[in-house]
């Protein structure tokens, strides 16, 4: 599979699952938030409350989508891993087998 091809899938799982996350955190948010921060506020106080309550709604997606970009770069590292061949500069042609120092492809000098 193509690096481009895991990129769009992985971005649009992503987009998929944050999208379900705002649905739900939009139907949940207006009962969990008030019952949260009345729960937290006796023992953290009110900003401590607030704090709390923002990171426990905010934090999946932040946690999702950084997940999500670490994959993508293993992803890519990985790519670059097995592409051991020297290649030009200006258009990316294999260098492999030249008798000249330029570029077979675009004629830019090596």
């Not at 106080?45 to 990171?55: D, F, H, N, S, W």
């Not at 970009?69 to 500069?89: M, N, P, Q």
Request: hydrophobic share 50%; net charge positive; proline share 5%.
């Amino acid at each position: 599979m193509d690096i481009r091809d895991m990129w769009f899938r992985t971005m649009a799982t992503v987009a998929i699952a944050l999208l379900l996350y705002l649905i739900v955190i939009a139907v949940v948010a207006p009962a969990l938030g008030p019952w949260l921060l009345n729960a937290l506020q006796g023992r953290l106080g009110r900003i401590g409350a607030a704090i709390v309550t923002m990171l426990i709604l905010a934090l999946p997606p932040i946690l999702f989508a950084t997940g999500a970009f670490t994959l993508l770069d293993s992803h890519r590292r990985a790519a670059r891993r097995g592409d051991d061949e020297t290649r030009c500069r200006r258009c990316g042609h294999i260098l492999r087998g030249l008798t000249e120092p330029r570029c077979p492809e675009c004629g830019e000098r090596i």
